[in-house]
């Protein structure tokens, strides 16, 4: 009895984790995020209230005088977002391997903004584990973390998402000699 395999990613679902990878390297350059910090002061409530800092940032050596543990943390962080981003595309693409535009920006929105709070999840868990927090505290450090971190997602969820959909416009349609049929169909 033949099996079917799955299939591969789509050009938009790639496309999707590449802009995912580039926010999260984007999210941990200093400059870039202390100067947004700067001209948008309100994203940095959150941080100040001990829930993660936007979104998971992917940095080559620990920033400041942040530990070395916290640099793993949010470099765990950073490949569970990825991990959860391929596990929920792989799944889409059994249903639709080639969306079109519309359905890619709300794949790539959607995919977004639940790989972060995954990500965030990893962070909002190992920094509650770091400062001791009783359960109470804990609860709701997870509780807010996937909260603020749903709505913060929105943003670069709207980039992930213009670009998936962008890529799923341009992709090439495929004629019908590019699909084989079984025989008898």
Do not use: C, Q
């Amino acid at each position: 009895m033949p099996t079917k395999t799955p299939p591969a990613l789509g050009r938009s679902d790639v496309a999707t984790l590449v802009m995912l990878l580039v926010v999260a390297v984007l999210a941990g350059i200093w400059p870039l995020t202390g100067t947004l910090t700067t001209w948008v002061p309100y994203i940095a409530i959150p941080a100040a209230a001990g829930l993660p800092f936007l979104w998971p940032p992917l940095r080559l050596m620990p920033l400041g005088e942040t530990t070395w543990a916290f640099w793993i943390a949010d470099t765990v962080g950073v490949l569970v977002m990825l991990a959860v981003a391929w596990a929920m595309l792989r799944a889409a693409s059994r249903k639709h391997l080639r969306p079109h535009a519309g359905r890619a920006f709300g794949r790539g929105l959607w995919v977004t903004i639940v790989a972060m709070v995954a990500g965030n999840l990893v962070r909002a868990v190992f920094t509650s584990f770091v400062v001791h927090a009783d359960l109470g505290t804990y609860l709701a450090t997870v509780a807010a973390g996937i909260l603020i971190t749903a709505l913060t997602a929105i943003v670069p969820g709207l980039l992930v998402g213009a670009a998936a959909a962008l890529v799923g416009a341009t992709a090439r349609t495929p004629s019908l000699r590019d699909e084989t049929l079984p025989l008898g169909r």
